[in-house]
């Protein structure tokens, strides 16, 4: 498993369309939580402009595969932590946490 930290660049978003590129990501992590690469997706409370995303995926190389697709990825207007981790224990609760 792999959890994702993305923290965007201010700075690298082209003036005007910030918008449209977060329709645009919105999309892309929907698409993906739908078609389970994604079991966990949310932003930051405390920070904006960024957020996590936990994957099941089994190699580093297929994260990097997903995130290519991002289109913050491709213009480098975010930075990417990917971090492998093993989860010890999973509360079967985990989903009553959606939306807090």
């Given amino acids: ?8 660049k201010a700075d690298k ?6 918008e449209e590129l977060f329709k645009q990501h919105i999309a892309w992590f929907t698409k993906h939580f739908e078609q389970g690469d994604f079991l966990l997706v949310g932003p930051y409370t405390d920070k904006e ?6 994957t099941g995926a089994e190699t580093r190389e297929a994260v990097e595969e997903i995130l290519r697709d991002d289109v913050y990825y491709a213009g480098g207007m ?6 492998s981790f093993k989860a ?13």
């Fill in 13 to 18: 978003i082209p003036a005007g369309k910030g």
């Fill in 49 to 54: 402009m960024a957020g996590i995303m936990i």
């Fill in 88 to 100: 010890a224990m999973i509360a079967p609760s985990l989903a009553d946490c959606a939306g807090k």
């Fill in 1 to 8: 498993m792999f959890i994702i930290n993305q923290v965007l």
């Fill in 78 to 83: 975010a930075d990417y932590e990917v971090r």
